[in-house]
């Protein structure tokens, strides 16, 4: 029946009384106009109506799409529009299945669309839109396919916004389109330099977002990158710069707005010139040579008196002590956000907000020859972290990266008043602002997080006369994976020898690892922060086989959302990652819990790959068919059942790191029959804390 219309009558039959119509069948669609009779000849009559029953059909067939593509993190929404008689009903498939399902935000429907929100790869596949009533059915299938972003700062569509003429009391609009992956955000500035003409200014120097007036827009809202103005006037002359912005960066571009009052102001200049009497270019040439006469003496004057100059210059030079040197630096600025007055309120972790901005610097150096090096960066100095940087002498590198290192070092008072073994982290040459912001970000982290004996500890830090070196504890041991690798069995009978005797590693060993490792979480935990790389590699051993978290720094402030979502693009820790943060890059809490228990196992396994026979790219698949990691041979089964329930699938069915820390402590007292050393920070710990290694 698909594409037919059929036509119906619609008989109603009324009984026709003096002064009134009844009709008798209740069936009868209402809407019919009353029927003309005659009061002495009332009788039976038949209204007839036609109406019109059509199978569906598409609305709008152009705009149905065969193929769509998104990349992960949009929303799509697709519309099968339709129409008929009956109004049909919609039915919609994904791979010829419904209802359709998916894992975490699930699919929104309007009358005749489907929405999706947060895409990700498994959203791949063919949607199909099935329309029906009694006379037929329609369908269509789109292809939706899901592209992994490659995320980067905004561009301005070349040749974009570019220069514009208009004339008093016209309607301008000046055009900035975006091209971006990611959905930026636009917006105008005037600069507070926009009295420069067109000609004598260098577009160089907007390439950073200038300092001006934003520019409140009238136009609607799904069009930000126009700027219309209306009824122009002569005020309006001058510079527009166009800014997009995104998470990862900014682009500006100019446009030069130039007011005429008529048509003719661009030809009234060459009729001026054609007017000028032939007499004053008589006047011009002669004042011309004139001039050339004077010029002549005056160079041969000038060249004498500056060759004079300039011996007694390179004199002065030669024989002076100080010269100022002026050179261009970058300026960081670290603003710390204050809650009730405080720079910490309720134990929460405030983090800072990091600038760098470029200023012109003259100094003065003692000698022309002094060899002392000059910083590219000034960073602010802080009394009560500031360690002088005479007193710290590199050694060898322990472990490096793309950008920064970690270079073992002897420091001078920094744990007491002799010289002590610490690790230094600076930045390698080459690297960017970013790199900066970002380890001058994570020191500040460090410096508010506080002391714990079960974290890295900040030191110190060099900041004036030279590059930035962040000190924090050496230890002795490396992390605790390699440590756990080195020690290939487990000693099972019972000794009176420690660790540090044999060198033998007992199952109580292990269980106070867990133990050690949990309570360092449950501080960062308590601080409001998300580590988001818990693992084996990222804890160290310290002397006296103290386990400390590290790169804690790098961890997420969560004060205000409690979750983090991950936006940039880079290596991600896939095996000790939970489901959530595999399909939505969402970090939180009970995200590091999961981790947690991927610790636990490798502990219990010494250092052993977790999921090593499953590929990266099938792990979420895997997890969410209900695997999980095999309880490890010298595992007990109340340390298994922990580690499971770090794996539940759903974030609320895994325990807090207090209840972790309870729990394991529960286990490691059984093992001992005493009560375990509580290992919370004492007041000795605080002024001389364990020596940790930060690789």
């Known amino acids: 029946m698909k594409g037919k219309e059929w036509t119906v009558l619609l ?8 002064n009134r119509c009844k009709v008798l069948d209740k069936g009868v669609q209402p809407g019919f106009k009353n029927i003309p009779f005659h009061k002495e000849n009332s009788s039976a009559i038949t209204i007839e109506k036609k109406v019109t029953l059509s199978a569906p059909k598409f609305k709008f067939p152009e705009k149905l799409y065969e193929m769509d593509y998104k990349p992960t993190g949009n929303s799509v929404r697709i519309k099968c529009i339709a129409e008929g008689n009956p109004t049909p009903n919609i039915t919609w498939y994904k791979n010829k299945k419904t209802p359709i399902i998916r894992s975490f935000v ?22 199909t839109c099935v329309i029906c009533n009694q006379l037929g059915c329609i369908d269509h299938t789109t292809h939706l396919k899901i592209q992994e972003r490659y995320p980067s700062k905004p561009y301005i569509k070349d040749g974009y916004p570019g220069n514009i003429t208009a004339l008093i009391n016209e309607t301008v609009t000046i055009a900035c389109p975006p091209i971006s992956d990611l959905e930026p955000h636009l917006y105008w500035i005037r600069p507070s330099n926009n009295s420069m003409e067109e000609n004598n200014f260098e577009r160089s120097s907007f390439e950073d977002i200038p300092i001006g007036d934003v520019i409140d827009s009238q136009n609607p809202e799904d069009k930000p990158e126009q700027l219309t103005i209306y009824n122009v006037t002569k005020g309006d002359e001058g510079w527009y710069v166009c800014v997009a912005v995104n998470a ?25 010139k054609q007017e000028q009497p032939t007499s004053l270019l008589n006047i011009i040439i002669a004042a011309f040579g004139g001039s050339l006469i004077v010029a002549a003496m005056v160079v041969v004057t000038t ?57 012109k610097v003259s ?17 602010p100095l802080d009394k009560d972290w500031e360690v002088p940087r005479n007193t710290v002498v590199l050694g060898k590198v322990l472990g490096e990266g793309e950008f920064g290192k970690v270079v073992k070092a002897d420091c001078v008072g920094v744990l007491k008043r002799g010289q002590s073994t610490v690790a230094v982290k600076m930045l390698k040459d080459g690297h960017t602002d970013a790199e900066m912001m970002a380890l001058v970000s994570e020191m500040e982290i460090m410096k508010v997080v506080g002391k714990h004996v079960n974290i890295i500890n900040l030191l110190g830090c060099c900041t004036q ?9 050496f230890a002795p041991y490396g992390s605790l994976r390699d440590f756990l690798r080195n020690r290939p069995e487990i000693i099972t009978e019972s000794t009176n020898e420690s660790l540090e005797d044999t060198g033998n590693l007992t199952p109580k060993d292990l269980v106070s690892f867990a133990y050690q490792a949990a309570k360092g979480m449950e501080y960062l935990a308590s601080r409001h922060c998300i580590h988001r790389d818990l693992a084996a590699r990222n804890v160290l051993v310290s002397e006296n086989f103290i386990l400390k978290i590290a790169d804690f720094g790098l961890a997420k402030n969560i004060e205000t959302d409690y979750y983090y979502r991950k936006k940039t693009s880079g290596k991600l820790p896939v095996r000790w990652m939970a489901p959530e943060s595999l399909n939505s890059m969402l970090f939180t809490i009970q995200t590091d ?36 990691l095999e309880k490890p041979p010298s595992c007990s089964l109340d340390l298994y059942l922990i580690m499971r329930e770090c794996w539940s699938f759903y974030p609320k069915g895994r325990p807090s790191f207090t209840v972790l820390v309870k729990q394991l402590e529960k286990i490691l007292t059984a093992m001992t029959n005493v009560e375990y050393l509580d290992l919370s920070p004492s007041e000795s710990e605080t002024s001389q804390v364990a020596k940790t290694l930060w690789l």
Not at 369 to 378: A, C, G, K, Q, T
């Open 303 to 359: 060249c004498r008196k500056l060759k004079r100059e300039m011996k007694q210059k390179r004199l002065a030079l030669e024989t002076a002590r100080d010269v100022i040197e002026t050179y261009w630096s970058k300026k960081v600025t670290i603003e710390k956000p204050h809650i009730n007055n405080s720079p910490t309120a309720a134990g929460a972790l405030v983090l800072p907000k990091i600038k760098i901005e470029k200023q």
């Open 593 to 628: 819990v999961w981790s947690f228990g991927v610790l636990l196992w490798e502990i219990m396994m010494l250092g052993a790959t977790p999921y090593r026979n499953v590929q990266g790219q099938y792990l979420l698949q895997h997890l969410k068919a209900g695997n999980r």
């Open 11 to 18: 008989l109603a039959i009324a009984y026709v009384a003096p």
């Open 106 to 127: 699930e699919p929104s429907y309007g009358k005749w669309s489907l929405l999706l929100d947060d895409l990700t790869k498994e959203d791949n596949g063919e949607y």
């Open 363 to 379: 100094e003065v150096k003692k000698n022309i020859n002094d060899p002392r090096i000059l910083s590219e960066y000034e960073l």
């Open 248 to 272: 990862l960066g900014h682009t500006t571009a100019t446009a030069f707005l130039r007011v005429l009052e008529s048509p003719q102001s661009l030809e009234e200049p060459e009729q001026a």
């Open 465 to 473: 006369g030279g590059p930035l070196y962040v000190i924090v504890e």
